[in-house]
Structure formats: structure tokens, C-alpha cells
């Protein structure tokens, strides 16, 4: 049989296609408009890289591949389960759940390759909050933390004392352990009692901590260190874990709109600060207005009116 084109020779004759269909069509100056527009349209398609997904195929775990999920090592399974999550196949995020346990100390996201730390990375800051959900379980299973009330105590007295690293550090894994739906309240009260210290490194843990535990409670601590806060590297964590990094919802962020409004008419804030609260704006309601606190009260009263009620 004869050879298959090599990728360049595919997009060879595309283009060559694309011009014999452009010739064709300048050729005959009387078609009729709906023929034209017949003739440009699958050109249309191969140059506009506008519109919305489409789909290759069904987005599904396929059968071959759980089932070498079994002879493949650890790090390859969490490498591939965790880059068919980004791309919402269904069923990865579920063997994630059944396999993360098993990977407890045998996964690492510094491979040798640095394959799990891209993904890692990629599926943190996914616009999926269950694409997240599946990184931080495979983030924890590299560092080795059992979801357990005994991690919780462990992780607890080295968030509360000892060197600055084993603080930050537990931090951030209490705040991972919380958005897993472990001991929340718990992780909290921990986190809350770290918000204010005079670290500003073990404050920009516990700012990341309440921003990945994600319950209601952590949105009006990361509104009062938004305003307040002397640091201006803790302001702006905290302005992102409002707008969009961390685990809360579309709902729970908008819920913060009403004092970032408050924010936005507040004149004595520092500017690079306000700034922030506008961005914090603009990323939780995806409205494009300039920094100008009456244009987005404006929008702001014309939104909640035009909601059922």
C-alpha cells in the first residue's frame, strides 16, 4: 500500500485545495452569492480558529487503557489518568479517586521526565473545579499525606510551631486536606489562626490554606486581608483566591462582590491594591469595564434586576 503523507505533505495539499477552490470561484464572475458562499465555507472552517469545542470523538476512558493502567507504574498512571482529566474524559476522575491511595508515597510531581509537575500545574489553574479537585489528590499522594484525623493532628502541630518551612508547608497541606472535605472546620480554625502572624511567608501560606479550603466562612477573612493586610504580596494572594486560583465556587465568588464594590469606592486604599479589586471584578464576572467604581455598580444593580424572582 502506498505510504502515508507525511504531515507536511497533508498540510501541502490542503492548501493546495484552498487554492484551486479560491481559483474556481474568482473564475466565475456570475455565480450566484449562495453558490460562493457554499464553496468558501469548509474553507472558512480549516482558517477560523474562533467558535467553540469541537468535539473529536466521545471524550470517554476507553477500555484499552484502563486496562493497562494496571501494568503501567504509578507516576505513569497518575501522569495519564491526570492529562485525561484536563481534557474531561470521563472516568478519569475516578480512577484518580480509586487509585490515589495507592500511589501514597510512590508518586512524585518532580519525575524524571517533569511530566506530572506540567500537568500538576495545567490542571491547578483548570476553569474545572473537578479538574483542580483531581490535581490536588494526586498532589497529595506525592507528598505522602493520608487522609486521616491523624494528618490532621500531625500537620496541625507543625502549622502552629517550629521552623518557618514545616509551617508554610503544613499549611498548604491542611488547606489541600480541607478542600477534600476532611475536618474543615478544623482546618479553619488552623488557618485562621495563622492569617495575622508576623511571618509574612507563614501568612501567605495561611492566605492559600482558607483560598483552597473554599468553605463560606474563608471569604470574609480573604476580604479583610485584601484591604488590610500590611504586605502588599499578601493583598494581592488574597485578591486572587477571591477572583480565581483556589477552590471556591462561581457562586461563592460572587458572593464577594458586594465589598469588593465597597473596596472599589474606597479611595484611601493604596492604588496598585484597588487595581486588584477591580481585576478580582473583572475575573469573577467575566464583564470587561474600566476601573471606575460607578460603571460596575451600574452593571452590578442592572444584574441583580434582571435575576428571577
Not at 9 to 29: G, L, M
Not at 75 to 95: K, M, P, V, Y
Not at 145 to 168: D, F, K
Request: glycine letters at 8%; hydrophobic letters at 45%; one cysteine or more.
Amino acid at each position: 500500500m502506498p505510504a502515508s503523507p507525511t504531515p507536511h505533505d497533508a498540510h501541502a495539499d490542503r492548501r493546495a485545495a484552498i487554492a484551486a477552490a479560491i481559483a474556481i470561484v474568482a473564475t466565475v464572475p456570475f455565480v450566484q452569492i449562495d453558490v460562493v458562499r457554499a464553496a468558501w465555507e469548509p474553507i472558512s472552517v480549516l482558517l477560523n480558529l474562533q467558535g467553540g469545542p469541537k468535539a473529536v470523538s466521545a471524550n470517554v476512558l476507553s477500555d484499552h487503557e484502563i486496562e493497562v493502567l494496571d501494568s503501567m507504574s504509578p507516576q505513569g498512571q497518575a501522569s495519564l489518568l491526570l492529562e485525561r482529566s484536563i481534557n474531561h474524559f470521563q472516568g478519569a476522575n475516578e480512577q484518580i479517586e480509586a487509585r490515589a491511595g495507592g500511589w501514597l508515597g510512590r508518586i512524585a510531581l518532580d519525575g524524571t521526565d517533569g511530566t506530572l509537575k506540567g500537568l500538576f500545574t495545567t490542571a491547578l489553574n483548570s476553569d474545572d473545579l473537578r479538574v483542580r479537585e483531581a490535581a490536588i489528590a494526586i498532589d497529595l499522594a506525592a507528598r505522602n499525606l493520608e487522609r486521616s484525623t491523624a494528618t490532621v493532628e500531625r500537620l496541625e502541630a507543625a502549622a502552629q510551631s517550629g521552623e518557618q518551612g514545616p509551617r508554610a508547608n503544613a499549611l498548604w497541606d491542611l488547606g489541600l486536606l480541607g478542600s477534600r472535605g476532611l475536618e474543615r472546620e478544623r482546618i479553619g480554625l488552623i488557618l485562621m489562626s495563622a492569617v495575622h502572624d508576623p511571618n509574612v511567608n507563614i501568612r501567605y501560606w495561611a492566605v492559600e490554606g482558607l483560598s483552597y479550603l473554599a468553605t463560606d466562612d474563608s471569604i470574609a477573612p480573604l476580604l479583610e486581608i485584601l484591604h488590610d493586610d500590611a504586605s502588599p504580596m499578601i493583598r494581592e494572594r488574597a485578591a486572587c483566591g477571591l477572583a480565581q486560583s483556589g477552590m471556591l465556587s462561581a457562586q461563592q465568588r460572587r458572593s464577594a462582590i458586594p465589598r469588593l464594590l465597597d473596596f472599589s469606592d474606597d479611595g484611601g486604599m493604596e492604588p496598585e491594591t484597588r487595581k486588584w479589586v477591580f481585576q478580582a471584578l473583572r475575573d469573577i464576572t467575566g464583564q470587561s469595564l474600566p476601573h471606575d467604581s460607578h460603571a460596575w455598580r451600574e452593571w452590578y444593580r442592572a444584574s441583580i434586576a434582571r435575576q428571577p424572582q
